[in-house]
T-cell receptor
Framework: SQTIHQWPATLVQPVGSPLSLECTVE??????LYWYRQAAGRGLQLLFY??????ISSEVPQNLSASRPQDRQFILSSKKLLLSDSGFYLC?????????????FGNGTRLTVT | DQQVKQNSPSLSVQEGRISILNCDYT??????FLWYKKYPAEGPTFLIS?????DKNEDGRFTVFLNKSAKHLSLHIVPSQPGDSAVYFC?????????FGKGTSLLVTP
């Protein structure tokens, strides 16, 4: 069966510090990978998605970036965090081709920027 | 621009009764719709989906109805149980990713 791991579960970082959140998927090959964010009182906002190694699509311009160095690894980064980056970050995967296929989420990372 | 809307932020239902969660969308190109359930501090869990070629899909206590002409879908939970208390998100397919609503918090009281 497929599993998705996301870490850390919680993170408190000062403004201006860097960020690296990691996500890995097991039990499947060539998944589509996604980063979503849930800000307080808001829905799930798509940040990035990837259909293959090194292929990243950004949905929202911001100071975050994503990378996919391996087939089942997806990393969310920032060089300098802003207060507005606080939120609940969720990694997800879906089967290819991805259309009409549910997304399966990890347990999320609660990021607080102070 | 919110293309998937859940206009009720919360809903309270008695145990054993029916819970009806509603969702509206604006993009007529959406052709696949899903419902997710989310507990605090956890990721959303996929519940049920429906393709635009259908108007109903059932899975146990959960049934999703789609009204394409009204651009409306709903999730029915019968009978509701206290463990169903969670936030429910409606989502619609948009290319490779999903557009989500803001969620409806369901509370099932004993």
């Amino acid at each position: 069966s497929q599993t998705i791991h996301q870490w850390p579960a919680t993170l408190v970082q000062p403004v201006g510090s860097p960020l690296s959140l990691e996500c890995t998927v097991e039990g499947t090959s060539n998944p589509n990978l996604y980063w979503y964010r849930q800000a307080a009182g808001r829905g799930l906002q798509l940040l990035f998605y990837s259909v293959g190694i090194g292929q990243i699509s950004s949905e929202v311009p911001q100071n975050l970036s994503a990378s996919r160095p391996q087939d089942r690894q997806f990393i969310l980064s920032s060089k300098k965090l802003l207060l507005s980056d606080s939120g609940f970050y969720l990694c997800a995967w879906s089967r290819r081709p991805g259309l009409n296929s549910p997304l399966h989420f990890g347990n999320g990372t609660r990021l607080t920027v102070t | 621009d919110q293309q998937v809307k859940q206009n009720s932020p919360s809903l309270s239902v008695q145990e054993g009764r029916i819970s009806i969660l509603n969702c509206d969308y604006t993009n007529s190109m959406f052709d696949y719709f899903l419902w997710y359930k989310k507990y605090p501090a956890e990721g959303p869990t996929f519940l049920i989906s429906i393709s635009s070629i259908k108007d109903k899909n059932e899975d146990g206590r959960f049934t999703v109805f789609l009204n394409k002409s009204a651009k409306h879908l709903s999730l029915h939970i019968v009978p509701s149980q206290p463990g169903d208390s969670a936030v429910y998100f409606c989502a619609a397919n948009s290319g490779y990713a999903l557009n989500f609503g803001k969620g409806t918090s369901l509370l099932v009281t004993p």
